[in-house]
């Protein structure tokens, strides 16, 4: 087991090794492909372990540990080794042929390929330690090293409005990521209190088990705190501003990886406190906060859409639609919430990383990601357009893709759990959403291409990542086999209700 769990964080870092040594040449590529392949297993083998241990017992049950007991896999962290493996393969298999038209155009010099292929494996390392960590307090470094690498990746192309998107991120992400920290520090004050033992203050397990013990006022007040951190760096309102910036300027694969799976990683931080939190305070605490931000995120992601005009932009505030109905579905607390929960993280994974990876294509054609200088795609490329297609297909959670059972099930555990005003509030936001996606969707995509319109080329490596998530999303929509029980499981370890 130690074996096991140690290969999601230490094949990312080797890779990141061998292209600090080489530079950024295929063969290091192709091993950081690897990295990310060798995730994904991880997580598919972890299913058999861990993915029907959660019986029906404490929260917590069913986990399996290594590293004496610093690395923790159960089923939520299975599921989101899966979901970075996945979208992990997908966008460093796209940065092969990504990175090569970068340097053939000059967007980028041999120096800065080397840095971005060093900085993605160590990128998907500091995700797996987030999510495999058993101690709250390792959580938090391990996000807070995602910004850190994150950061130059945002800046890669070193244009001024590049960098002006990496120091708004590292400015509001760092200060999300100080009130976590107090956060984490005011959980250590009352699990010590609580009579843990003083290496193991922020273990989970300790946690849970002192539960009923943590002093509630200042268990009310690190809660607060670590939602609003957290939620930060999961683009939720109020720190929700560093998003679309970030987003628009990062390379298609990093846009990728942090729409499709960074912020995800973020709300499964939150997904443990919670389980947490509920147990010491009750539910009603954290229900209200993640309906407040939950349904603001909403709000405010769907005015944004409907007056955007960039492309990219528009799909970085799609991200934050979606985090935001998350949240809204952690707030039902249900069993059958958290499962819709996680098998909308998973397909919104792989639709945002399609949709990323075809707007990428269309920038390097048109040297722009204006939704106004962008027509006829899916006539002038098929792969390219019927990708951007399919993604957006998921996105708006229209069958037979996942989205559409996920955001089904969330509407039916909100009303089993008598919050029908909120989900109403949630569809007529999401409906909104839903509209402003298709108009600026359909402008892009079709009608005829304005004269003079660039070829769309795509380097094989795009195109086969995009091939096999058109195929993975339909495989997803069409059954979710196993990870069905396992995105129980989860829901049952978390202390779901009902």
Known sequence: MTALLLVPILAPLLAAVVTAVLGWRRGAAVVTVGAALSVLVVGVVLVA??????????????????????LRADALSVTMLIVIGTVGSLATWASIGYIDAELAHGHTDPQGARLYGVLLPLFLAAMSLAVLATSIGVVWVAIEATTVATAFLVAHRRTRAAL??????????????????LGTVLLHFVSLHAGAATGNTLDIDVLLAHASRLDPAVTRLAAGLLLLGYGAKAGLVPFHTWLADAHSQAPAPVSALMSGVLLSVAMSALLRVKSVVDLALGTGFLRAGLLTVGLLTLAVSAALLFVQTDVKRMLAY??????????????????????????????????????????????AAHGSTAIADVTGVLGRSRLVGGAFLVGLAV??????????????SISRALADAHLAWALGVALVLVATAFAALVRNGSRMLLGPATPGSPAISVPWT???????????????????GPL???????????GASR
């Open 49 to 70: 372990l861990v993915g029907t241990g959660g019986g029906s017992g404490a929260a917590g049950s069913g986990a399996r540990y290594a590293v004496g007991h610093l």
């Open 462 to 480: 795009v195109g086969a990542a995009l091939v096999t998530g058109i195929a993975l999303s339909l495989a997803l929509g069409l059954t979710a």
């Open 484 to 494: 069905a029980d396992l995105f129980q499981t989860a829901a049952t370890q978390l």
């Open 318 to 363: 799609s991200s934050m639609e979606n985090m935001g109905l998350i949240a809204v579905a952690a707030a039902g607390g249900t069993r059958l919430a958290i499962a819709a929960l996680l098998l909308h993280v998973l397909a919104h994974g792989i639709g945002k990383t399609l949709v990323f990876l075809a707007a990428g294509q269309v920038q």
């Open 395 to 408: 996105l708006l959670g229209l069958p037979p893709f996942a989205m559409f059972a996920s955001e089904l």
């Open 164 to 181: 002006e998107a990496t120091w708004k991120y590292v400015i509001i992400c760092s200060v999300g990521i100080a009130l976590a920290l």
